[in-house]
């Protein structure tokens, strides 16, 4: 198994490793919005290490959409670009924990579709897009099985 490499940002760390050292039972919301998290395990594609990546919970029926926002920030996350080159993906949502896929979704009308979906679960989001020059990627994560 490879090396796990917690986010150096603590808070971040700290969220993973109380939502997963709970098997999903703690740590499962946002500060204090209330609103519910997932964790991305992923992998670093310089590194091959484990990361793991918590994110809004916005779901499409059975599939999640990760939006690669950052706060509005100018640049992507590192993570985007892990899971551009690595899309297999575990995704833990609370006590379940699916194999996944995902992929970016670049067609207009299904990230607007999906874009929709995932403002209505997190509406910060739509502050984060008009706040920055760049188009928030958004993801789908599929189940493999
Ligand atoms: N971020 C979002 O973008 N969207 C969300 O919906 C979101 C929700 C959320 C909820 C709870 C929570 O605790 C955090 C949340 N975040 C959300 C923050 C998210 O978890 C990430 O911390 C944030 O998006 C920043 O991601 P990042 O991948 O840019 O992280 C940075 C700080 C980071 O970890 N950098 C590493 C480092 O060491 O500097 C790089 C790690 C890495 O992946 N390295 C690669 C490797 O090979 O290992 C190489 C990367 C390369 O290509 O250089």
């Known amino acids: ?10 808070w971040v760390a700290e969220q993973v490793e109380l939502y997963e050292g709970s098997q999903g039972t703690e740590g499962l919301t946002l500060r204090d919005t209330g609103l519910p998290v997932i964790i991305v395990t992923n992998r670093g594609r310089k590194t091959g290490a484990v990361r793991k990546t918590p994110l809004m919970r916005a779901k499409d029926g059975n599939s999640y959409i990760l939006v690669a926002s950052l706060g509005g920030a100018p640049k992507h996350p590192v ?4 899971l551009k080159a690595e899309p297999n993906v ?9 194999a996944m896929r995902v992929r970016e979704v670049v067609d207009s009308a299904e990230r607007k579709r999906l874009w929709d979906i995932a403002v209505a679960a997190y509406p910060p989001y739509q502050e984060y897009q008009d706040k920055t020059d760049r188009v928030i990627p958004v993801f789908i994560a599929e189940p493999t099985r």
């Open 1 to 10: 198994m490879s090396e796990y490499i917690p986010s150096p940002r603590d």
């Open 90 to 98: 575990e995704i833990r949502d609370e006590t379940e924990v699916h």
């Open 79 to 82: 993570w985007y670009h892990n």
